[in-house]
């Protein structure tokens, strides 16, 4: 599990094909990798990926055809990533709870200035829009947000200044593809109420 806070941004400085998917390597000295151990779980721009191997300032980690699939900005040579290490049970919640499992793609409709901020709109694939609700929360590429207005597909955030310093969301524009996932609480209430689903 994961907060959706960005602790560092990552850059992928290595690619190898796999038979069925990638390995990648990716530096992040601002991660601090001292209490990373092969097998821990990092997540990269949303989604949760083993660390295989490390040294001191990078480590690499498999990402299967299937996470491929259903993801993006993880096959890009160079490519920033935001990162956040797996969350314990001690640690404080920031945001909110995120499993790093992307539920779909979006297409950023909007990004611009708002006063100090930035406004940020998404168009979500169909079969999410239903879970996406106003000041609810969601995850953009790793990022836990909270959304102000939804109507239809589409959803808008406003970023603080902050967040777009430390994240990799500083680099969007309209266009642009972005991992989502939906708030967990949502998907287990549908299934509650429509256990047949």
């Known amino acids: 599990m994961f907060t959706g806070i960005v602790v560092a941004i990552g850059k992928i400085t290595h690619l190898q094909a796999l038979e069925e998917g990638l390995r990648l390597t990716i530096t992040a000295p601002g991660l ?9 779980s990092i997540a990269h721009n949303g989604v949760c990926l083993t660390v295989i191997a490390k040294a001191k300032e990078s480590y690499r980690v498999d990402v299967s055809k299937e996470t491929l699939r259903c993801s993006i900005g993880l096959d890009l040579p160079q490519g920033e990533l935001n990162l956040e290490k797996a969350m314990r049970l001690s640690d ?3 945001g909110h709870l995120v499993s790093g499992h992307v ?8 990004f611009e200035p708002a006063g100090e901020s930035r406004l940020l709109e998404i ?8 879970y996406i609700a106003r000041k609810g929360s ?3 590429d790793g990022v836990s947000l909270t959304t102000n207005r939804v109507k239809g597909r589409s959803f808008s955030i406003n ?7 430390v994240t990799t969301l500083k680099r969007l524009h309209p266009g642009a593809r972005v991992n989502l996932e939906v ?3 949502a998907r287990y209430v549908e299934r509650m109420l429509d256990p047949g689903r």
């Open 103 to 110: 539920d779909g793609v979006g297409e950023v409709v909007r």
């Open 92 to 94: 404080f919640v920031g």
């Open 123 to 130: 168009r979500a694939p169909k079969e999410l829009a239903r």
């Open 183 to 185: 708030d967990l609480i």
């Open 138 to 140: 969601i995850a953009v």
């Open 159 to 165: 970023l603080i200044p902050h967040t777009v310093a």
């Open 32 to 40: 601090g990798l001292g209490d990373v151990a092969i097998g821990d």
